[in-house]
């Protein structure tokens, strides 16, 4: 009997340090917050990268056209429509890749040199973290500023 709660009481403390541990380790966490989308629309080449996207929109609008005018059948125009809009995504996604890449490597060193160690969408934040937004847009026109 005084073996089992010796072992509760041993079992007892160490769950309490461990929960003790946890808050530490989550007291020492650093938030960070940035606004996606702010960051997204400042970055140097974003204007440049969205005419190429829209250069890009019309062309594959221009080929839908063309077909659907071609076809006769309406299951087959509905098919080239989806085709094309598929298309057009693909190409969108490509041509913004390396503006995600840059942006994702200017947070990174943004954290990092802030000691931060975790970074959300500030739109998802309710309250707290430290707002790197501006600093993330300054990293990528230092970045930038070369080319």
């Not at 080449?45 to 609008?61: D, G």
């Not at 429509?81 to 693909?90: D, L, V």
């Amino acid at each position: 009997m005084f073996m089992a709660k010796k072992v509760v009481l041993v079992v007892s403390l160490a769950v309490l340090v461990s929960f003790l541990g946890t808050g530490i380790a989550l007291a020492a966490e650093k938030i960070g917050v940035i606004e996606p989308q702010k960051i997204l629309f400042q970055h140097p080449k974003f204007p440049a990268t969205q005419q190429r996207v829209k250069s890009v929109l019309t062309a594959k609008q221009n080929e839908a056209k063309i077909a659907i005018e071609a076809e006769k059948d309406n299951n087959q125009k509905a098919q080239i429509y989806q085709t094309k809009k598929q298309e057009a995504a693909m190409e969108e996604q490509k041509l913004m890749a390396p503006l995600f890449k840059e942006i994702e490597l200017a947070v990174r060193t943004v954290a990092k040199t802030k000691n931060i160690t975790l970074v959300l969408d500030k739109a998802q934040v309710f309250f707290g973290g430290i707002d790197i937004t501006n600093d993330v847009i300054q990293e990528l026109k230092k970045k930038n500023a070369g080319n």
